[in-house]
């Protein structure tokens, strides 16, 4: 994954001052969109699209040392008018491009480079099991993708959920983890964009086929789990487990990410307040 990653970077570095093939970039990363975008996002503490606009703005600042008019690096860099740039590196920079071209001010945002970094600590705990094929069921809704923090549109779909969906999901669910688990799939392919939505469904998993229109279903294939349990204060240490999984356990695992449902559960504790075990199930295969 590592090596993938620096290819996506190089291919950045190459194309900064050019339409970036999307299709290209998915290639050398190897995954799919979303979850190249999350493991980016983890390793770096970026959006891909923070990265590339801090990499064209922090070359525009060198063009215009070096001489080029605002005109011509403006447009260099993909912008559609001269002001939609100044405000951009503006705000990027704290400073107007006249005044790198006037006094020879300048801020620089370097590229990056994915190394593997050992560090001492608590180790992960995680395992790995084969599944067979199952049903996710239960209500779903697109809502808009977030890497971090609470999800307005996931809370109401939870306060959506009727006495009726809840009886049936419970009938239904006949395989573990035996708990009502937060899946999210179909993430729009816009790739360099993480303002768009993805698919988030609330339910339960099962072997049953026969599923009433009052719920949905997304089908599952047979796939080897990476199950990552944790315990601690909700939802911090369930978004940390997250990101420590994308971040440190991936790029050196021997396993990579296949392009279907993953999903978590929390179960609260009824004695110590905002304290939680909880799950993540990301589907693997071996490199």
């Known amino acids: 994954m590592l090596h993938e990653l620096n290819q996506v970077i190089d291919y950045i570095e190459d194309h900064l001052t050019n339409n970036l093939s999307l299709e290209v970039i998915s290639e050398y990363a190897g995954v ?39 005109t011509d690096v403006a ?20 400073f107007l491009p006249s005044d790198v071209i006037k006094t020879g001010i ?44 609470v999800n307005n549109e996931i809370v109401k779909l939870a306060q959506s959920i009727t006495d009726e969906q809840k009886e049936e999901m419970h009938s ?3 395989i573990e983890p035996c708990e009502i688990v937060n899946a999210s799939y179909e993430a729009d392919a816009n790739f360099l964009k993480e303002e768009g939505e993805l698919t988030h469904l609330i339910g339960v998993l099962t072997t049953k086929n026969q599923v009433s229109d009052k719920l949905d279903k997304v089908p599952v294939d047979a796939y080897t789990w990476a199950i990552f349990p944790n315990e601690g204060p ?24 296949i392009n279907a449902p993953a999903f978590s559960f929390t179960k609260m504790n009824e004695h110590k307040k905002d304290y939680a075990y909880s799950e993540v199930w990301i589907p693997v295969r071996k490199k």
Do not use: C
């Not at 999350?38 to 600042?61: C, M, V």
């Not at 447009?75 to 704290?94: E, H, L, M, P, V």
């Open 32 to 70: 799919s969109d979303y979850h190249f975008r999350k493991i980016f996002f983890y390793l770096s503490g970026l959006t891909l699209s923070e990265y590339i606009k801090n990499r064209k703005l922090s070359e525009a600042n060198k063009d215009l040392l070096q001489g080029e008019t605002v």
């Open 75 to 94: 447009f260099k860099y993909g912008y559609q008018s001269i002001d939609g740039f100044t405000r951009a590196f503006k705000k990027w920079s704290g």
């Open 106 to 149: 300048s801020k620089s945002f370097p590229k990056l480079s994915f190394t593997i970094t050992v560090k001492g600590g608590i180790p992960m705990e995680f395992r790995i099991e084969d599944k067979p094929a199952f049903n996710i069921v239960g209500v779903s809704k697109r809502v808009p993708m977030q890497f971090e923090g």
């Open 172 to 174: 239904l669910q006949n």
């Open 234 to 257: 909700f939802p911090t240490t369930l978004q940390e487990t997250m990101a420590k999984t994308y971040s440190e356990w991936l790029p050196s695992s021997g396993y990579e990410v």
